[in-house]
């Protein structure tokens, strides 16, 4: 792999498990390599037990197959390792994934079990790309939803992401912040993000500026003088309520009024939250500065910031740093990749991954997955699993069956429902033939998505299974094969 440097252009294709460079050596040398293959990616597990994920990630998903290449310092490397032999490297040489690939669309609230992403290649191609699939979405996906649960508790209120300097590594703060984004918050501290992404870059102060000063109040007059329209200042160095909030009163009377400006707000970073925000707002607004801005931040998430608005905190926006950036109460997505099935001359034969533990059985076949909404309420009842060449129709009565329990069950009547595909043509024989969307549109995407939710999903507590259901004939196609052990022929 080229050494990696992050400020130039990376080749991220060798972060890739080596076990899928020995596994596609094997298909090589075996002739198999050229077999089509289906894969899913998929996930099992709501994190924080929450309702849902925010689909995220797929635009470097998309960059990533795009630039797919090996290198001849990447060639050398494996040719080091004496396992591999000259027309294997030849074929990586000239390695570029043809394949055919459908996702979720960055911003949708996807759920367990229903293929987010599937791919349809080459089995070699397919394979290769398994590892650097998983790590960009499962990574994103997991930011992109703590971020959503986060700005749901601030309910309105601006969060700001302050992460990158206890996230993990210089892409989990590029790209968290990103993901977060696409999560609702309001902007970043992360430069990178607002040059790569467009993310609005946001930020106050830190208690450093205020003790390189002599005083608070020198501190808080500089930093207001270079910037009267936006200043926000930091008021618990010291003392929050002796000291940082009176300074905070003075600048704005002393300064920015016979500037003709106002003071844009105050932030906390310490102490009682409830207690010093409710103080502060009273004396700000003694003061006569009712437009002066509280914002906190301190070790918060969305349990807290739940909690302090509970207790009647006057809190206007809010920063969140190490709990979003590395989803630190949930900080695994467990999204996996499964071959689902493989094409024998000219037919697709669907395969199933068996496992004791119920919840690791795959579903097989070549699938698509649909949304089913309600017509008159506009919500979502539920997401479908069908085979993809089923063919779903809202003029007949549709009955959705559990993934497992045929008798668990329920009929949409026809003219009630609407079906909507979940996925998107993404790749078509390796041509990418989606457009780049910007955040802004994946935002406004994803709320419009979300608003297809009952509110009972949202709960941080559980929240409402929302149902991810298979066709009548996928599940008996399922449970023939779990009969017979997973044998297809
Ligand atoms: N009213 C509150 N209810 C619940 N949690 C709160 C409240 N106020 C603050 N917290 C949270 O309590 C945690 C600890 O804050 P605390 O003020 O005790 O320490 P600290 O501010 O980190 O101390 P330091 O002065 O060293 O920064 C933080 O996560 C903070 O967000
Ligand atoms: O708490 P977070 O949600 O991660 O928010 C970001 C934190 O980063 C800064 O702290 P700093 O690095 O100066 O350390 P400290 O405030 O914890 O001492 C800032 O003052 C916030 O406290
Ligand atoms: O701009 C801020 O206030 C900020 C940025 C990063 C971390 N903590 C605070």
Not at 177 to 204: E, K
Not at 352 to 380: C, D, F, M, Q
Not at 425 to 441: A, R
Request: charged share 25%; glycine share 8%; net charge negative.
């Amino acid at each position: 792999m080229e050494k990696m440097n992050v400020s130039s252009e990376r080749n991220i294709t060798l972060i890739m498990d080596f076990y899928e460079l020995t596994m596609s050596y094997n298909y090589f040398k075996m002739g198999k390599g050229e077999q089509i293959v289906y894969f899913d990616m998929f996930y099992r597990k709501n994190p924080d037990n929450g309702g849902f994920v925010i689909f995220a990630g797929l635009q470097q998903l998309i960059e990533a197959i795009q630039d797919m290449h090996f290198s001849e310092g990447d060639i050398e490397y494996l040719r080091s390792l004496h396992i591999f032999d000259e027309d294997f490297f030849d074929y990586l040489r000239n390695f570029k994934f043809t394949g055919t690939i459908y996702a979720v669309k960055e911003g949708t609230p996807v759920f367990p079990y229903e293929p987010l992403v599937t791919v349809k290649a080459k089995l070699i191609e397919a394979q290769l790309i398994e590892t650097f699939l998983l790590v960009t979405i499962n990574h994103q996906s997991l930011i992109a939803t703590k971020a959503h649960r986060v700005c749901q508790e601030a309910k309105g209120r601006p969060v700001m992401e302050f992460g990158a300097r206890r996230a993990q590594g210089y892409d989990g703060a590029h790209y968290g912040a990103r993901a977060a984004y696409i999560g609702g918050v309001a902007g970043t501290a992360t430069t990178s993000a607002g040059v790569a992404f467009g993310v609005p870059v946001l930020g106050t102060m830190a208690h450093s500026f205020v003790q390189s000063f002599d005083s608070e109040f020198e501190a808080f007059k500089a930093y207001a003088t270079i910037y009267p329209d936006s200043c926000v200042l930091l008021v618990d160095t010291y003392d929050t309520l002796k000291s940082g909030v009176p300074n905070a009163i003075r600048v704005a009377e002393e300064v920015l009024a016979p500037m003709g400006k106002r003071l844009a707000g105050i932030r906390l970073d310490s102490g009682d939250i409830a207690y010093l925000t409710k103080k502060a707002r009273m004396m700000l607004d003694v003061a006569g500065l009712h437009d002066c801005k509280i914002t906190v931040s301190n070790s918060l998430d969305e349990y807290l910031i739940r909690s302090v608005l509970e207790q009647g905190a006057q809190i206007d926006s809010f920063g969140v740093g190490e709990n979003m950036i590395v989803s630190k109460s949930a900080p695994v997505f467990g999204g996996v990749y499964k071959l689902a099935a493989v094409e024998k001359d000219g037919q697709i034969i669907p395969k199933i991954k068996i496992s004791e533990n119920t919840e690791k059985i795959t579903n097989p076949g070549y699938k698509k997955v649909y949304r089913l909404i309600e017509k008159e309420t506009n919500k979502a009842i539920a997401d479908i699993i069908a085979f993809h060449d089923e063919i779903l129709d809202e003029g007949q009565d549709l009955t959705i069956y559990h993934q497992s329990d045929a008798w668990k069950n329920k009929t949409l009547y026809a003219g009630t429902y609407e079906i909507v595909p979940l996925q998107e043509l993404i790749f078509d024989q390796g041509k990418c033939v989606y457009p780049e969307y910007s955040l802004e549109e994946i935002r406004a995407y994803s709320t419009k998505q979300k608003a297809l939710l009952w509110d009972e999903v949202f709960r941080l507590e559980y929240p409402h299974i929302y149902y991810v259901d298979l066709t009548k004939k996928l599940l008996d196609y399922k449970l023939k094969m779990l009969a017979e052990g997973g044998k297809t022929e």
